[in-house]
């Protein structure tokens, strides 16, 4: 009986006011900026939080792949990180070029 109720107490999900509070905070918005681009700002409760991160990282991912194939298409073995065409910035917030 310890153990289920220990298990209640550090459950995330158990929580449903602080998990209906953190959901009806939700908001992610785009606003243009005065150069042209846009700044993204927003909150996400926990888990969204979670799921969005690892979303990200996926596509950061694909994106590094995509650049280390071109600068080894260029370069054979040669390539290094520093021939990417991208820093880590670039691929986070631009598609492949």
Do not use: K
Request: charged share 30%; aromatic share 8%; with cysteine.
């Amino acid at each position: 009986m310890a153990c289920v109720t220990a298990n209640t107490r550090i459950d995330p999900d158990g929580d449903h006011t602080r998990n209906e509070r953190s959901t009806a905070r939700c908001d992610i918005d785009l606003h243009p900026r005065p150069d042209g681009g846009r700044n993204i700002t927003g909150y996400l409760p926990e888990l969204s939080g979670v799921e969005f991160a690892e979303i990200f990282a996926w596509f950061l991912g694909a994106e590094w792949r995509c650049d280390w194939a071109d600068a080894r298409q260029r370069l054979g073995d040669n390539a290094s990180r520093s021939d990417l065409a991208r820093t880590r910035a670039q691929r986070s917030a631009a598609p492949t070029p």
